[in-house]
């Protein structure tokens, strides 16, 4: 199966600073990446979808201004948190899909942000 | 407003045993489902998929099932394994769309 990375996988920042997380699709050309966000015990919930080359699209209620995605590339998408605040503290997991005519996402193994 | 639910939180199971995780949805867009297995602190796997033309669909141990009319989708594994033990999410998307809603997850635990 496809495989796609995430950096970092663990990360410490300060209030009010920002932080960037990178995901990458190692051995596939993804025209589409989405962000999600899980909560303890919670489920995934989809921050957004970026499309290569254009501007993301974010699901209600996810503030573009704070969470911004940038798809510069066909195998990398970044999401920076932007003046991280402690209820930002989640981890953030990505997807790759649209490979060929298959509807799967190949997730990422995700990104563990505390914000102190 | 939980398009996709998975109302038990939990599931224990004897391995050898059958294990039956369900999921329901309430968008008759959705036309292509998922199963994931997740892992603490790790994204989630994909097991298995089925699109709305089918009825069923099986790969090794892991079966899904799903009724279009009710809206109900089931993914059986037989036998168990204790390596099985994750939390296992149901997913679903609309036609036209890789954008795919989660339901909420059912922890699933394998006893030896």
């Known amino acids: 199966g496809a495989v796609v990375s995430q950096h970092p996988s663990w990360v410490i920042c300060k209030s009010g600073t920002s932080v960037k997380i990178e995901c990458r699709s190692l051995?596939?050309?993804?025209?589409?990446m989405f962000w999600y966000r899980q909560f303890p015990k919670q489920s995934l919930m989809l921050m957004a979808t970026?499309?290569?080359?254009?501007?993301?699209?974010?699901e209600q209620g996810v503030e573009k201004d704070k969470f911004l995605i940038n798809h510069a590339s066909l195998t990398l998408s970044t999401l920076t948190v932007t003046s991280a605040h402690p209820e930002d503290s989640s981890f953030y997991i990505c997807?790759?899909?649209?490979?060929?005519?298959?509807?799967?996402?190949?997730f990422g193994p995700g990104t563990r942000l505390t914000v102190t | 407003d939980q398009q996709v639910k998975q109302n038990s939180p939990s599931l224990s199971v004897q391995e050898g045993r059958i294990s039956i995780l369900n999921c329901d949805y309430t968008?008759?867009?959705?036309?292509?489902f998922l199963w994931y297995k997740k892992y603490p602190a790790e994204g989630p796997t994909f097991l298995i998929s089925?699109?709305?033309?089918?009825d069923k669909n099986e790969d090794g141990r892991f079966t899904v099932f799903l009724n279009k009319s009710a809206k109900h989708l089931s993914l059986h594994i037989v036998p168990s394994q204790p390596g099985d033990s994750a939390v296992y999410f149901c997913?679903?998307?609309?036609?036209?769309?890789?954008?795919?809603?989660f339901g909420t997850g059912t922890r699933l635990k394998v006893l030896a």
């Open positions: 089925i699109s709305s033309i089918k």
């Open positions: 968008n008759s867009m959705f036309d292509y």
């Open positions: 970026s499309n290569e080359g254009s501007k993301a699209t974010y």
């Open positions: 997913a679903a998307s609309a036609v036209g769309t890789y954008k795919y809603i």
């Open positions: 997807s790759a899909g649209g490979q060929g005519s298959s509807y799967e996402q190949y």
């Open positions: 051995d596939f050309q993804a025209t589409t």
